[in-house]
């Protein structure tokens, strides 16, 4: 069974500038998840989609954040204007439905570094 | 509140036991993860523990619960230099599916 999937695996940007990120989730998963991980610290929830609505986004900065999932699988993550503080990696992560044991799968992030 | 707190490095010697500790605040967690992070990564899920449950062994790891303390540790036994990495504790509550991660605990394995 393939693996979550995220592109690209790096990105080095200019502050005030535009960037996205998108995610493939694991076949079948309806639900997925974006994360930030600051350096050093524990990834922190942005966003949850359950098909392709939102379930839970009160920890994404919505000035500058966005997320959509149209179609009920890929999602794309952006972030316009990018700060210096928005440098972290971008996980995205899925599981087969809410709630329960549901276990989430990660992929291998998208690194951001904003100049 | 939730609040998940992990001590921030662990050093062994190979073929030693490690033991990992993991404090939270949430007494309503109904599952607790343990995510191994490689180097350039993402997140490898080791194993879990639903909340009613004291311990769990599955080969090298076991997870020990203590939901009273609200504390929750994982042994990996037999140590070895491939289990140099990152571990995180999480917690998930009734209030949707969302987890709340530790800060990781950076598990260094001497030769």
């Known amino acids: 069974e393939a693996g979550v999937a995220q592109s690209p695996r790096y990105k080095i940007i200019e502050k005030r500038q535009s960037v996205a990120f998108w995610c493939n989730p694991i076949s079948g998963h309806a639900t997925l998840y974006w994360y930030q991980q600051i350096l050093g610290q524990g990834p922190k929830l942005l966003i949850q989609?359950?098909?392709?609505?939102?379930?839970?986004d009160s920890q994404l900065p919505k000035d500058r954040f966005s997320a959509e999932r149209l179609k009920g699988v890929d999602s794309t993550l952006k972030i316009q204007p990018a700060k210096l503080e928005d440098s972290a990696v971008y996980l995205c992560?899925?599981?087969?439905?809410?709630?329960?044991?549901?276990?989430?799968?990660f992929g291998p992030g998208t690194r951001l570094l904003v100049l | 509140g939730e609040d998940v707190e992990q001590s921030l490095f662990l050093s062994v010697r190979e073929g030693d036991s490690s033991v990992i500790n993991c404090t939270y605040t949430d007494s309503s967690s109904t599952y607790l993860y343990w995510y191994k992070q490689e180097p350039g990564a993402g997140l490898q899920l080791l194993t879990y523990?639903?909340?009613?449950?004291d311990m769990k062994q599955d080969q090298r790891l076991t997870v020990l619960l203590n939901k009273k303390d609200k504390h929750l540790s994982l042994r990996i036994a037999d140590t070895q230099t491939g289990d140099s990495a990152i571990y995180f504790c999480a917690e998930k509550t009734n209030a949707g599916n969302m987890l709340t991660f530790g800060g990781g605990t950076r598990l260094m394995v001497k030769p």
């Open positions: 989609f359950q098909n392709n609505g939102v379930v839970d």
């Open positions: 992560a899925s599981s087969q439905r809410r709630g329960g044991g549901e276990t989430q799968y």
């Open positions: 523990i639903f909340s009613n449950m």
